[in-house]
């Protein structure tokens, strides 16, 4: 089965407003830049973008928030999006924000099928306010539940036409247990090849999970900060 979109748009084209959408990479590591750029054009609105973070003011999914595209958040770092924070200060936009290993155990319980999980990671902080509470073998744990989304939009190095993964470093966060955990994965990859040609020991993601394929571009690889040592 030939999974491969000729286009950005094309792929992204039964989006709807409303729907939950999670994003693969970490800070603008990894971002499915091409997927999120035709998102913005189609202008999709009151999204819940489920993610490390929003990206930057002006790269990443920070461009969905500037055109007030997103409703919610559900993140685990906010720091490097000025207007993210002007955002959420101002109650223009809702945000969750987890402990970053609560939110890959959330996406990846979402995946599973597993409704939810405790875990002592937060507990006694703002952070269980809400939540069940137990203690279990001697610790408090507090009770989250399973992600899931409506697509997840994710960048792979490799991909064969029937959706075998390849992620490159960094760039894999998130992403793999993201596809599990959406309805429909549509994956932006820098090399598409042919089946068989990715050896099965180095597939980091089943085609399975994946719906649509589209060829990433060749535009630069941005850096969130930049810090240079003087001298």
């Known amino acids: 089965m030939n999974k491969v979109f000729q286009s950005a748009a094309e792929a992204v084209a039964d989006v709807q407003d409303g729907a939950v959408i999670m994003s693969g990479g970490f800070g603008l590591c ?19 973008l489920v993610s490390n973070n929003c990206g930057t003011s002006e790269r990443g999914l920070g461009v969905l928030l500037k055109t007030r595209q997103v409703k919610k958040v559900i993140a685990s770092y906010v720091g490097e999006n000025k207007e993210f924070e002007r955002q959420y200060l101002s109650g223009e936009i809702e945000v969750e924000l987890n402990p ?3 939110l890959a155990e959330r ?19 703002l952070i269980a306010q809400g939540k069940e509470s137990r203690v279990l073998n001697g610790r408090e744990m507090i009770f989250e539940t399973g992600l899931a989304a409506d697509y997840a939009i994710v960048h792979a190095w490799k991909a064969d ?3 075998n993964l390849v ?7 998130f992403s793999p247990m993201m596809c599990t955990a959406a309805r429909v ?36 690889k941005w850096i969130e900060k930049r810090t240079l040592r003087a001298g």
Do not use: C, W
């Open 161 to 163: 036409t029937m959706g």
């Open 167 to 173: 992620f490159r470093k960094t760039a894999r966060n």
């Open 107 to 125: 996406i990846r319980a979402g995946g599973a099928g597993i409704g939810g999980f405790f875990t002592p990671t937060g507990a006694g902080t």
């Open 30 to 48: 990894g971002n499915a830049d091409l997927l999120i750029r035709a998102l913005l054009e189609k202008g999709v609105k009151n999204l819940t």
């Open 185 to 220: 994965a549509i994956v932006e990859a820098e090399q598409i090849v042919q089946p068989g040609e990715i050896d099965p020991d180095q597939v980091h993601l089943p085609g399975i999970y994946v719906k649509r394929i589209i060829q990433a571009s060749r535009e630069p």
């Open 100 to 102: 970053q290993g609560t």
